[in-house]
T-cell receptor
Framework: AQKITQTQPGMFVQEKEAVTLDCTYD???????LFWYKQPSSGEMIFLIY??????QNATEGRYSLNFQKARKSANLVISASQLGDSAMYFC??????????FGTGTRLLVSP | GAVVSQHPSRVICKSGTSVKIECRSL??????MFWYRQFPKQSLMLMAT?????????EQGVEKDKFLINHASLTLSTLTVTSAHPEDSSFYIC?????????????FGPGTRLTVL
C-alpha cells in the first residue's frame, strides 16, 4: 500500500523568499507517480507539478520545482519567489493502483508581506 | 487544461433527505471518475472509483447503500447521499481521469459543500 507523509502542518515564508514543503512516501511499486496540488480556501484542487518514478530529472513548472530523491523516498516541493497568492494548503499525492491517488495530510503555507 | 464541473457548489438539506451531486467533464471524456471526501482541516479521502458503464468500486469503510454512485455517460458521474445525517456534512470533491496524457492526470472539480441540519 502507498503512504504519503507530510510532516509540516504549517509553514511561514516572507514574500519573494523560497520555501520547501516536505513530502516522503512509501511504496513497494517500481513504477509510480508523485503529484503536488494546491488547495486555496475556495476548495478547488489545483495541479502544480508531477514527477514520475523513472524520470531522471527533477520536474519544474515555472516557480515550482520538485526535489526528487528516490533513494530517500522524498519528493519535496520548492516554491521560489513566494507570492501572497501562494498562501494555501499544499498536498503531496502518490498515484497507486487503478490510478487512485493517495494524499498526504497537507501543509498550510502562509506567505507574509 | 481540462475542466471538470460540480453541481451544486453548496447544498443545505434536512436530516433524512437525499442529495445528488453531479460531476461533469466538460471538454473530455472520462471513463473513470473518482469521488473524495474532505473534512475540515483534513486531507482528501477517496470514497469510490466511478466507472462508466459498470458499478462503482468503493473504498473500505464506505457504505455503498448510503453513497450511491452512477456513471451514466462518459462525461457525467453522480453521487447521491441517501438519508443524509449531520455526520455526512463534508466537502465532496470529484475528479475525472484523462487517459492518454503523459501521466494520466486527474482533473478535479471545484467541490460541493454539504451541510446536513
Amino acid at each position: 500500500a502507498q503512504k504519503i507523509t507530510q510532516t509540516q502542518p504549517g509553514m511561514f515564508v516572507q514574500e519573494k523568499e523560497a520555501v520547501t514543503l516536505d513530502c516522503t512516501y512509501d511504496t513497494s511499486d517500481q513504477s509510480y507517480g508523485l503529484f503536488w496540488y494546491k488547495q486555496p480556501s475556495s476548495g478547488e484542487m489545483i495541479f502544480l507539478i508531477y514527477q514520475g518514478s523513472y524520470d531522471e530529472q527533477n520536474a519544474t513548472e515555472g516557480r515550482y520545482s520538485l526535489n526528487f530523491q528516490k533513494a530517500r523516498k522524498s519528493a519535496n516541493l520548492v516554491i521560489s519567489a513566494s507570492q501572497l497568492g501562494d498562501s494555501a494548503m499544499y498536498f503531496c499525492a502518490m498515484r497507486g493502483g487503478f490510478q487512485k491517488l493517495v494524499f498526504g495530510t497537507g501543509t498550510r503555507l502562509l506567505v507574509s508581506p | 487544461g481540462a475542466v471538470v464541473s460540480q453541481h451544486p457548489s453548496r447544498v443545505i438539506c434536512k436530516s433524512g433527505t437525499s442529495v445528488k451531486i453531479e460531476c461533469r467533464s466538460l471538454d473530455f471524456q472520462a471513463t473513470t471518475m473518482f469521488w473524495y471526501r474532505q473534512f475540515p482541516k483534513q486531507s482528501l479521502m477517496l470514497m469510490a472509483t466511478s466507472n462508466e458503464g459498470s458499478k462503482a468500486t468503493y473504498e473500505q469503510g464506505v457504505e455503498k447503500d448510503k453513497f450511491l454512485i452512477n456513471h451514466a455517460s462518459l462525461t457525467l458521474s453522480t453521487l447521491t447521499v441517501t438519508s443524509a445525517h449531520p455526520e455526512d456534512s463534508s466537502f465532496y470533491i470529484c475528479s475525472a481521469l484523462q487517459e492518454g496524457r503523459a501521466y494520466n492526470e486527474q482533473f478535479f472539480g471545484p467541490g460541493t459543500r454539504l451541510t446536513v441540519l
